[in-house]
């Protein structure tokens, strides 16, 4: 039975739109938490907007298909520029990348974090879900236990410390509606805390030049500060939490 909500938009910092955006969700909306690109333009300006409010959780989106790495010289993900490869480069779709290079890329990318959060991140999840792919999920997990803090996993693995946040999918597109909600029967949900991943935000130029999913994204906004869906909470009791709420 669900009983426990992460509701975590992703793509903090990637433009001044969607990180007001994620803001604005907490404020008046549903959204508990949202995860930081540090590697883009307004990585410290959600930083320094987020710290006014302190109940909205911050993790980290960690980067390998969008922008330019903060560790230069890797091969196994760069292009002839030295930028992220973006996923239609690759003929599986995602990058395979070299274990080490990873490892210090993505190492670099949760110190800057920390750096201009002063605090590490809540938790660990990535741009294009790369960290839950199956060369890359080792690295994320090493990096959590390093860390000690949770990761967004598609299934319970053996190697994760702490609660399990099921993931649920399909609030994307067209699927991204009140209904959504309202057809959700918490009863029939087999784990009783879940992750419902976001995107929210209006629209500016650089979002519409970085991202084919972008007009949808406002319709995302409307649906998580709704009143119908603020009342779907309230009415099947379930406590809204962000990742700083998972036990080991």
């Given amino acids: 039975m669900l009983k426990k909500l992460i509701v975590n ?3 903090y910092g990637m433009t001044e739109a969607n990180t007001i955006s994620a803001i604005l969700c907490h404020i008046d909306g549903i959204l508990t938490s949202t995860t ?12 320094k907007l987020a710290k006014d409010y302190p109940t909205l959780g911050i ?3 960690l ?6 790495p903060l560790v230069e010289g890797a091969k196994s993900y760069t292009d002839e520029n030295g930028d992220f490869r973006r996923p239609n480069t690759y003929e599986k779709h995602m990058p395979c990348a070299d274990p080490d290079e990873l490892y210090t890329e993505w190492k670099a990318q949760i110190e800057r974090f920390i750096e201009i959060m002063g605090k590490k991140p809540t938790h660990i999840d990535s741009h294009h879900h790369v960290h839950m792919e199956e060369a890359h999920l080792p690295i994320a997990i090493k990096l959590a236990k390093e860390y000690d803090v949770p990761l967004r996993l598609k299934k319970e693995i053996d190697d994760y410390d702490f609660q399990f946040a099921k993931l649920i999918p399909n609030f994307y597109d ?3 509606t009140i209904n959504y909600f309202l057809d959700i029967n ?3 949900v087999e784990d009783e805390i879940c992750e419902l991943m976001c995107h929210p935000s209006f629209l500016d130029d650089r979002l519409l030049s970085l991202s084919s999913y972008a007009k949808p994204r406002t319709i995302e906004m409307v649906v998580l500060r709704s ?6 909470i309230k009415e099947k009791n379930i406590e809204l939490i962000n990742f700083t709420d998972l036990k080991k």
């Fill in 9 to 11: 938009a992703d793509d």
């Fill in 36 to 47: 930081m690109m540090v590697n883009m333009p307004f990585a410290e300006y959600g930083a």
């Fill in 59 to 61: 993790g980290i989106h």
């Fill in 63 to 68: 980067v390998l298909t969008m922008g330019r």
């Fill in 174 to 176: 067209s699927n991204a």
């Fill in 186 to 188: 918490p009863m029939e």
């Fill in 227 to 232: 009143e119908e869906v603020k009342s779907w």
